[in-house]
């Protein structure tokens, strides 16, 4: 396996001197680890010889710059005599720089369980404009932050390429403490749950959004927001939903999801109907056992 280290910013060029390091990462999550490493010469080149490669792990390569670690792409390496991996980018760090950007925030609703609640998804992808990668030296200064819907629970941190361990909720807000480099944009996601009985679902939009997508199985609800577009019914994983798009959102815009009661719920009786037809099945058999033949 065979590439280089770069740092990326005002100019690109080569980082030598670099601990570049060879990971294998099991599907298990066991037994995988560091492989092999090798510093990178003045032309930010290096190699690294796989003399049994696992045909069911995977390997990436990470390299160290400024105190943190910049990972290539997933490697593949089966029936491969010779592997080159790409550039891998690094940047100096920085706490401080231009804003961060949110480009897109995807929410996806999904229908009220029995119990009235319901599940909410969003995915956020944000852009770091600088020529560092921005992080934090303190918690209460987070590398970027914004607002959640006020009223909402259980939060917890999804996949991305934030890891769930650099996100807090607090306040009705998300803080993230996590490095962002620049470059692609980089996504984050995290879920809550509405409380039973919640009819509107206000999204906030506290900085400007480039694009915002909107998927909510409950078809029938009434949906409010600048510049909304409706992209109709769309089934994802055999489930129906109606898609939305607003586009170039500013400080202060609104978006509000009028969803429909959960009402009577047939289903939930199903139970207790149940048990009324089991017990009058056996109060007739009981008569019936009971019952004495009537004389000819």
Partial sequence: MSGRVLRGGRDTVPVQNAWVVLHRITRDGAGGGAVDSVRSDARGRYRILLARPDSVSMYVMSAWYDSLAYFSLPLNVVDRPAVHVEDIMTFPTATSGPPLRLTRKLATVAAAREDGTREVLEILEIENPGVATRITKDTLVPTWAGQVPAGAGQFRGGQGDISPDAMVFRNDSVYVLGPIPPGSVKQLSYGYSLPAGTRTLAIPIDQATTEVNLLIEDTASLVRAPRLQSLGVQEIEQRRFAAYRADSLSTGD?????????????QTLLPYVIAVLAAAMVAA?????RKRPTPA
């Avoid at 969803?259 to 009577?264: A, K, N, R």
């Fill in 254 to 266: 609104r978006i509000e999801i009028e969803l429909p009661s959960t009402g009577f719920r047939a």
């Fill in 285 to 289: 058999l009981v008569w019936a056992l």
